[in-house]
């Protein structure tokens, strides 16, 4: 189930997994500048954060959405949001 660009639900034999994803481009080092640039090779990174059930998964959901707001209005503007979503959820 996809919640919005970066996190979705997924499930295994035991848990309920909010995971993190997002498309990145592979890196080498560059020997001679001693920097990385990209390959132009992209792939799919996964961060993966396990909770019992889907209750406690979209509460771990809101906490990521709403860290490092800046005022009650902008986390409210995002509550409303992710509400709405919450609501689509069948």
Request: proline fraction near 1%; hydrophobic fraction near 35%.
């Amino acid at each position: 189930m996809e919640l919005n660009k970066n996190y979705r639900i997924v499930y295994d034999s035991d848990n309920t997994i909010l995971q993190f994803f997002e498309q990145r481009e592979k890196t080498v080092k560059d020997e001679a500048t001693k920097k990385y640039v990209g390959t132009g090779e992209y792939k799919e990174f996964t961060e993966n954060f396990y909770y019992p059930n889907l209750k406690t998964a979209l509460i771990g959901f809101l906490n990521k959405c709403t860290w490092g707001q800046e005022n009650a209005k902008e986390v409210l503007s995002i509550l409303n949001k992710l509400e709405l979503l919450i609501n689509k959820i069948k």
